[in-house]
């Protein structure tokens, strides 16, 4: 499933993004192409993200309002981030989160989040992620079908190019819905490096099904009242 070739020699051109490690590695990925298709779990799948994050806007609409206004008054721009990044098989989708890094925070170029340690989060901001409540606006990508609440996390597509550059066949992550939250996360933590996690986010793809998806669910609701960390 995953290769890696100590070659010493990796990434020679200059990257069009931040990463906060050194690349020393080259990583192949299997071919998901003739991966099992399950129209029966899809479907299933789908109308639960429809009902549970209407449910969830509805019920969470006050608290939200209340964190807009908070971020708001604690830090100079919008209350609301919002990002392009790539969703089922590479269509761009527009993910909105509650802004949790100062305005100016990529103002140097995409940087690779540092999680917890990351200076560009502001004090408010790193209690949202704590608890992930930055992630909260989120349910709407999933009422609108761009995301799904267990998947493959998003990435923006200048990372998957950079990652591309060493794990060969990244983009094998694109064949099924993204996520809000993920088997990587839950399992590996949020600090894995993006050739640990896209382990997980294979493993999670050939073996998809409902039972798996509420245990992640699950597992996630654990990591919250944990308060871990998050990217």
């Known amino acids: 499933m995953l290769n890696n070739l100590d070659n010493g020699n990796v990434a020679t051109e200059t990257p069009s993004v931040i990463l906060p490690y050194e690349i020393t590695e080259e990583y192949y ?4 192409s003739g991966m099992e298709k399950k129209p029966y779990y899809d479907f299933f799948k789908r109308v639960f993200d429809i009902a549970l994050s209407a449910i969830a806007l509805i019920v969470l609409f006050i608290p939200m309002l209340i964190l807009a206004v908070a971020i708001k008054c604690v830090s100079k721009g919008p209350a609301f981030f919002t990002q392009d990044r790539l969703g089922l098989n590479g269509k761009t989708i527009r993910i909105v989160k509650f802004r949790t890094m100062h305005n100016d925070a990529e103002i140097n170029g995409a940087q690779w989040s540092m999680g917890d340690d990351d200076p560009r989060i502001f ?31 998003p990435e923006r597509e200048c990372f998957y190019n950079e990652f591309e550059k060493y794990i060969h066949g990244f983009r094998e992550r694109l064949r099924v819905k993204q996520g809000l939250t993920g088997y990587a996360q839950v399992m590996g933590g949020y600090d894995l490096k993006p050739e640990e996690k896209i382990v997980y ?9 409902f039972l798996l998806d509420m245990r992640i669910i699950l ?9 871990e960390g998050a990217k």
């Open 123 to 153: 004090p408010l901001g790193r209690v949202l992620r704590k608890c992930r409540a930055d992630e909260l606006p989120q349910l709407w990508c999933i009422l609108k079908g761009d995301l799904s609440f267990v998947g493959p996390r």
């Open 201 to 209: 986010d294979v493993e999670y793809i050939k073996n998809r099904s």
């Open 219 to 227: 597992k996630t609701i654990g990591v919250v009242l944990k308060r």
């Open 29 to 32: 990925i299997e071919d998901l």
